[in-house]
């Protein structure tokens, strides 16, 4: 078989989202594949709709119903132990994909003999597939042979994983299995794929359709996921450290663990986390754990030529006094918001 592709589904069939995701797949227009639905014990009827698709579907569609909630990796991590495919590809539950979608990223892989293979995707908020808003999820300057110069690139801005196709092998001959129990778990495996991977190909085209809405998972803030992200990111570095990774890319991957695991999280958590459950202590826990990992991560060639000038302002008055950024920030913000209400007004 030429292509799995793993659908982690949790709690997706309301508004026809689950349905519209996998009438996307099924429609396909390449013929050597099978979809591989992970339910993660959902609590509405998605494992239905998934046994449903199954039933009408039996050469395509394959259904695991988790006994558990292992949250997306632990899902794709089930898919994976499932695969029949010579490629693996990752679709969230509530997006979509054009029919030509895999056909297009196979017709590239065959042309430069790559093993891993991306395009841009569009996001939208209604479901239909006039395009949206397009996004890069990479760039044609990373594609080619992974040199260690294309692997520093890539280390730093992997993208996405979601529109990609990825040659099995490069999961199972390297034991690389995602985190589970936790959000954000592409953090940690989208870099590790692509430092084991030998050619990277690039289509220049949205035809992944990444769909935002209000009752989102992945977009909603919390402190729950805020920790996950530390934590994938905590797990991230322990991987490149067993793996020799640290040693053979010291800058990009210091720099690629400031950016999330630090920076990403400080201004998500005061921007998005209500004020009302915002702590001193926890901003303080933020500044202690990048000063254990990387002390002079300011220091980094990255940082200095990727983060813009407030931003480089914000973290070095947040590392000296933690409750002095915290103040200073709120009213920053909101002061922003004041002067947005009262411009949109007039």
Request: aromatic fraction near 16%.
């Amino acid at each position: 078989m030429k292509l799995s592709i793993i659908v982690p589904v949790y709690n997706m069939a309301a508004d026809g989202k689950l349905a519209f995701c996998l009438d996307s797949l099924v429609n396909q227009t390449i013929t050597d594949y099978e979809i591989i639905a992970v339910d993660d014990k959902s609590t509405d009827n998605s494992l239905e709709i998934l046994k449903a698709y199954e039933k009408n579907y039996p050469d395509k569609v394959r259904v695991i119903a988790s006994p558990e909630n292992r949250r997306q990796g632990g899902a794709k991590n089930l898919g994976l132990r499932a695969v029949k495919g010579e490629w693996v590809g990752f679709i969230d539950s509530d997006d979509w994909v054009t029919p030509d979608f895999y056909e297009k990223l196979f017709a590239e892989a065959e042309r430069t003999g790559a093993d891993v293979v991306g395009c841009n995707y569009n996001i939208t908020y209604e479901h239909s597939f006039v395009p949206g808003k397009p996004a890069r999820s990479n760039h044609p300057g990373q594609a080619g042979i992974l040199d260690e110069e294309h692997k520093r690139e890539l280390i730093l801005n992997p993208g996405s994983m979601v529109p990609k196709i990825y040659k099995y092998s490069i999961f199972y001959d390297n034991g690389l299995w995602f985190p589970e129990g936790m959000f954000y778990e592409d953090n940690c495996l989208g870099p590790l794929t692509l430092l084991y991977a030998k050619r990277f190909a690039y289509v220049d085209e949205a035809n992944y359709f990444y769909y935002q809405h209000s009752a989102s998972t992945v977009h909603h803030i919390s402190v729950e996921k805020c920790n996950d992200r530390l934590t994938t990111m905590e797990y991230f570095m322990g991987e490149c450290y067993k793996r020799g990774f640290l040693e053979e890319f010291p800058e990009e991957i210091e720099y690629r663990f400031t950016e999330i695991f630090y920076i990403n999280t400080l201004f998500t958590y005061m921007l998005g986390v209500p004020f009302t459950k915002r702590r001193i202590s926890y901003v303080k826990a933020l500044r202690d754990g990048i000063m254990a990992y990387f002390p002079e991560f300011d220091t980094n060639p990255y940082f200095y030529e990727k983060q813009d000038a407030e931003v480089k302002k914000l973290t070095k008055m947040h590392c000296k006094n933690p409750a002095y950024f915290f103040w200073y920030y709120t009213l920053l913000t909101t002061y922003r918001k004041l002067r947005k209400a009262i411009s949109r007004k007039k």
